[in-house]
């Protein structure tokens, strides 16, 4: 992984990084961490385990020549999409393992903290610096998919549980207002000599016409106006594949909503509560996100557009929806072996989303970094921005 780093990680930082993913699960039920509910959501001990197995895989195997593996099948269990690295469980698959168990799971997660820990008390290379930071970054994005994956589970149970591990939306600003950008030559990509991803390198020049940005995210009750006019009905606002998505899901709404007694409830990890017309309208896909702007005579800003606009706009409540295929910036390079495939075989059939939200790691809401998901994805905490 080409990366720009800070010269050390110290123990500290790592078992901080490390907490916070079991902070998240401390109130889980060991019955809520084995169940995958559909192919995209993975169960919350895969995640605990997954991220374990990428420092032993990664750093531990590599550099430490005295480290014994905790199990020598854990790395075909918890392997994600590595084929450098070896076999691994399918997908879809992930919520049939039972075996290992939750407590076999934090045995495995304690096994590797001790040995990293010690390894980082030592003097280490500054590659290996580099695949420690990028391990703790990536167990970060797994904290932020953590949540959505918790919520998709709760959501989809009768019993709409809470999660003791809160976060919440706040309503913003409140004044609606289009800021100005001028057109001209701009600079796009990672400067900085703090960490970033490699789909974030290979700066350049790009060219913008005049455009406008609207200073706020789209709000719930904005957004049911688009519901109570028929826009989940008509198919002049959607590409073919969004109508055909909607059609295929009768999607009438965003993802949690449900009508009860004549009034649109939403499921939060919070509760399940009448839906706050104030708050930023989250859950929402890309198919939805354009069709609410078409409707609205606007459209979503590109990414380059966004990156532009971003020291003008207050970000980081959700990820926010441009019209930007996911796409190598020039003169992208793609490192060999396992870590190669972290981004770069992605960049196909997905959009990019800007800004990061309330479930994103501190420090990963820059304004270069780049997420990215298939357009019809509605369990990430997203949401719409307009542009004209």
């Known amino acids: 992984m080409q990366t720009i780093i800070k010269p050390s990680v110290t123990k500290e930082q790592f078992l901080e990084v490390r907490h916070k993913t079991e902070t998240i699960c401390s109130s889980l039920k060991p019955e809520d961490t084995s169940i995958?509910?559909?192919?995209?959501?993975?169960?919350?001990k895969w995640h605990l385990a997954h991220t374990t197995w990428f420092f032993e895989q990664f750093v531990l195997t590599k550099f430490n020549k005295d480290y014994e593996v905790f199990h020598e099948d854990y790395a075909y269990y918890f392997n994600s999409y590595y084929n450098n690295a070896g076999d691994r469980v399918?997908?879809?698959?992930?919520?049939?393992?039972t075996r290992p168990t939750l407590g076999d799971v934090f045995e495995y997660r304690n096994y590797v903290n001790e040995a990293l820990g010690e390894f980082l008390s030592n003097e280490i290379t500054n590659e290996a610096i580099e695949i420690v930071q990028i391990?703790?970054?990536?167990?970060?994005?797994?904290?932020?998919?953590?949540?959505?994956?918790?919520k998709y589970?709760?959501?989809?149970?009768?019993?709409?549980?809470?999660?003791?591990y809160q976060i919440g939306l706040d309503e913003g600003v409140s004044e609606h207002e289009f800021i100005d950008i001028s057109e001209g030559i701009y600079e796009i990509g990672h400067k900085n000599e703090d960490f970033c991803f490699d789909n974030e390198l290979g700066r350049h020049k790009v060219y913008l016409q005049d455009f406008q940005?609207?200073?706020?995210?789209?709000?719930?009750?904005e957004?049911?106006?688009f519901i109570d006019a028929g826009g989940y009905q008509d198919f002049n606002f959607w590409h073919a594949e969004g109508w055909d998505f909607v059609q295929e899901h009768n999607l009438e709404a965003p993802q949690y909503w449900h009508k009860n007694r004549g009034k649109w409830m939403q499921y939060t990890l919070n509760?399940?509560?009448e839906v706050n017309k104030l708050l930023p309208v989250n859950h929402i896909s890309f198919y939805e996100a354009f069709a609410y702007a078409q409707w609205k005579d606007m459209r979503l800003p590109t990414e380059f557009e966004w990156e532009v606009a971003s020291s003008n706009l207050n970000y980081g409540q959700l990820w926010e929806w441009t019209n930007s295929a996911y796409l190598q910036y020039p003169n992208y390079?793609?490192?060999?072996?396992?870590l190669g495939e972290y981004n770069g075989k992605f960049m196909v059939n997905q959009m990019v989303l800007r800004g990061g939200s309330i479930a994103t790691a501190d420090g990963h809401c820059r304004p270069t970094y780049r997420n990215f998901f298939h357009p019809e994805m509605r369990w990430l905490f997203s949401g719409i921005r307009l542009a004209k």
């Open 271 to 273: 509760g399940f509560v």
């Open 333 to 338: 390079k793609k490192v060999e072996g396992a």
């Open 90 to 97: 399918i997908r879809s698959n992930r919520g049939l393992m």
């Open 36 to 44: 995958q509910p559909v192919e995209f959501v993975s169960p919350p």
């Open 213 to 221: 940005i609207s200073n706020r995210l789209v709000t719930n009750g």
């Open 223 to 225: 957004f049911q106006k």
């Open 153 to 164: 589970i709760f959501g989809n149970q009768p019993s709409f549980p809470t999660l003791d």
């Open 135 to 150: 391990g703790l970054q990536h167990e970060q994005q797994h904290q932020e998919l953590l949540i959505y994956d918790i």
